[in-house]
């Protein structure tokens, strides 16, 4: 792609022998859109507030265009935040939330104006000059913090899960528009959330985080459809993980059967971690299946319905657009080119079983990464 | 990210050697062996003895404490009921009462002072004048004049003191979940009982900030007593009434208790804020 | 049921006995003579006290100056300490108030007078002697006691934690995520506090100064301790007229009712001055 403008060169951040960060390198190419994603308390947030200088790191280097900048302070640097809550000055209007950069850098009146007007017609708040902030409702005061930070031409525009406190359709108009105005603008976009959707939806690269750590970098097709372990597999998307050994080149075994399959370079009998989307598994007649197993429970999702299939005590979730009832015998085959082979790591086992399954799993789990992102930020 | 500056700790501890200066010299002279209260002239406890044998300070801290108590307990009732009604008023009668509530907290203390008493004097005068012609219309002696004392002290506290109950109270009322009353009765309790088991528990801790402003405010109260009050003496005007004079270290002694007492009762309210803080942390971090 | 409002009744009435009615007879009062009857001879009469007027005003003003120069950056400075160390901070503030304010008063009489203990303490460290052989004088104190500095002294030294209070309390409400947002929009900590903490800060800033002003010119005791007789203000006219030798609620109501006017107008000013600002409070 293009050049690169910021680098992280092993960046520990540590409060009280807490270890937030551990080590992190990445770097961030010029005009990308670029997310953060994992759960709360994985180091996301703290990645941004390094680069915009709310934070130093512990130990390691933070470069701008190839200089170290560990010490330049917030205001001094080349980058704008939109804040996860906006943090709109409540004493200014709308304009002079948007004019505050320009005045502080001295930029004339006249071009103050112009300029400020101007952002405001990008985000589509024309006319909405003179409001108090508060009058606004959620997505305008988000458009105003897009426009407050946009309007000093940043280099790099880093973004708190601006979309956080918006309802689900407004959150999903935002995405695009947000896309619109990062390829308008053409500048580099670092976004942070932990909604794995957004993330795949929105960006150039994804990297994901756990523990501190980085999982993996890389396009959001890759990072779907390779995912480098357990973790990543079951944060993107749905996966169903089983214990597998591989055989030879392009061979798998599990549940005792032997699978085709396109990985290779594992040694001989090494245990690795099969991954297989809910989406790429074929019901078939249960004497024509590779596998078979009972069905035990159904969930109509619109599109399509999740069901639980029992595999000898494991539990698979399996998307189908066709309706199963609860305890019919089915078959499955799955097509080489739909199984994914990992490395064991320190996640294997921890996630892709459906034994505990429920619809709304998902959605408590998000509720309590918010709330917990907000104290975690405190520190 | 906090920065301290040296300037800043320079400027604490000068305003703070300022606030303590006199308090400390009220400290230091409860000790001192003879009247003055300028000359060091040797160590005794002299003065706290004689402090309980005192019979105007004792007397008088009695009917301080007297009065405060009274007028606290009756305050935070009526403030407490007060503030359940006016947070039910609708908007614009609301801010109307609370613009009236207002006036004892905003208003110079001399105005409210010295109004009350106008207000009872003359409405004693009154009184005495009705009685009068009562008691030769009806040919029976009727007395319903009355002179400032206790019960004319004691109205003039309360009606300083409830202004602030409702102050303290109206903010956790407005803290309360609109549906807790309505879920309580869907439970099957009726108003009164819900007011008693929800409500009250909810906004106790207003109530008892409320009665504690009160307590103090009315210990502390001179110039409003000193209007009010008629022949009947509070601490504050045993000491005015002493200033004209000279002080005896009685009274430093006298203030170096209360100074201690308050001193404890504040660490240890502190301290147990603290260690409930620390706990919810520790319950916080586990649960993440 | 529906009528919980009616709780408040008591109240509404108690307020119009013991608040409201009180007031309107000092109107009352203050429009007649000792003999019944409208006159405006009261106020005629004031005339005469315009001095103690001036004084009071003048004098509760520089308090309340000066208390804000202390009050707000000592906030400012509390607020960003640690947690624990603001409570310990603000617990240390508040702890004076609970000492009995005529003794606090009372004891810098000790500190102040001529024979007090700063005096007592320049004399045993030869100040006076040095300066007596210098400029060949004859002093063997300073005086302190009986003026006006010490009147504003003794307001500084009483008022000063109405100032602190307020201010210290809108000041750690504000969301430190406007501070980094200011920040990243380039603006240096001189640029911070001048654009957002203070304009943000000025609600607590203006209750602070009517905290301050209005019990500092209605005051009668810290003139009379620390005063002396020639420094009497507005609060010891009235005083007189109510309970002094100078025996005339018909004044006392007249002066008090120009003193509420005064305080009305002052609350006024504030309230015109930091319209708007309360919004910004509340968010």
Redo the contacts between chains.
Sequence with gaps: MSKEIIRLKDCTVAFDDEVILDKINLYFNDKEFLTLLGPS?CGKTTTLRII???IKPTSGDVLFNGVRINDV????RK???I???Y?????LDVFENVA??LR??KVKEAEIRERVMEMLEIVSLKGFQHR?V?SLSGGQQQRVAIA??LV?RPKVLLLDEPLGALDMRLRKDMQSELKRIQQAMDITFIYVTHDQEEALAMSDTVVVMDRGKIQQIGTPEKIYNEPKNAFVADFIGESNILDGIMHEDFVVEFFGRKFKCLDSGFTTREAVDVVIRPEDIDIVEPQKGRLSGTVTSVTFKGVHYDVIVDFKGFKWLIQTTQLHHEGQEIGINIAPDRIHIMRKSEYSGMFGDYSSYSAEYDEIAEDYGDE?EG??DET | MRKRSISGRVLMALVFVFLYAPIFVLIVFSFNSTKSRTVWTGFTFDWYLKLFQDSTIMGSLYVTLLVSAIAAVIATVAGTVAAVGIFNMKRRHRNTILALNNIPVINADIITGVSMSLLFISSAAILTKVSLSLSSLLGININLGFKLGFGTLLIAHITFNVPYVILSVLPKLRQLDNNLFEAAQDLGATWIQAFFKVIIPEIRPGIVNGLIIAFTMSVDDFVISYFTAGHVQTLSMTIYAMTKRRITPEINALSTLLFITVLFMLIIINVRQSSQEKKLKKLRSKLS | MRRRYLAAVPHVIWLSVFVVAPLILVVVYAFTGSGGGFTLENFENMGSYTSVFGRSLWLAFIATIICLLIGYPLSYVLSKEGPGMQRIFIMLIMLPMWINFLLRTYAWMSILENTGLINRLLASLGVFDLINRIFDTNISYIPMINTQGAVVLGMVYNYLPFMVLPIYSVIVKIDSSLIEAAHDLGAGSMTVFRRIIFPLSLPGVLSGITMVFVPAVSTFIISRLLGGGTNILLGDLIEMQFLGNAYNPHLGSAISLLMMIIIMICMFVMNRFGEGEEQAVLM
């Design positions: 308390g915009g200088g709310f302070p917030p205001h001094k980058v704008n935040t804040f996860q809550k943090a709109l000055f409540p004493h505050f950069g502080i850098a108090k508060a407050r930070a000093n917990t104290s975690e």
